[in-house]
């Protein structure tokens, strides 16, 4: 049985020789859709895949208009033959889906442990001319 391994999801499974890319991928809990247009089913079934030569079926009619080529495969269209490796693309809302904690930015002015900006000679608004430990000492030069 050819071994499909996805590459982004770290799962490896066999599958039944001669099934659709999607149909291995959905029986896994694995979305390759990437986003449909309303009812149609049509939609952004792009992965790409890397494997030897015949391990998926050959192009489709409709994977040559899409402008398939290379590594670049229609999941919906591309039947697993032989053992490939298969990456995959997050879906258009996948980006939404849980919140993550992010540390608030220290705030020098309460903490005296949080990090600060170095003196150097670069100006600021409190010295346009570069911090004044920072400068060498002596007079400025006329300019």
């Given amino acids: 049985m050819p071994r499909v391994h996805f590459v982004h999801e770290n799962v490896t499974v066999e599958a039944q020789g001669g099934k659709l890319l999607s149909e ?22 792009a992965v790409w895949v890397r ?14 208009l899409m402008g398939v080529k290379g590594w670049r495969r229609l999941a919906n269209r591309a039947r697993v033959l032989g053992d490939v ?12 889906g849980g919140s993550r904690e992010i540390d608030p930015p220290g705030r020098p002015t309460v903490d005296r442990a949080a990090e600060r900006h170095g003196e150097d000679a670069a ?21």
Wanted: aromatic letters at 8%; one cysteine or more.
């Fill in 123 to 143: 100006g600021t608004a409190a010295h346009p001319y570069g911090h004044p430990s920072a400068l060498e000492s002596g007079p400025r030069p006329e300019v």
């Fill in 51 to 64: 494997g030897d030569r015949g391990s998926l079926s050959p192009p489709t009619l409709w994977e040559r």
């Fill in 24 to 45: 291995v991928a959905a029986a896994h809990g694995i979305d390759v859709c990437r986003q449909t247009f309303g009812w149609t089913r049509v939609g952004g079934y």
């Fill in 85 to 96: 490796h298969v990456w995959t693309q997050q879906g258009l809302g996948g980006r939404l």
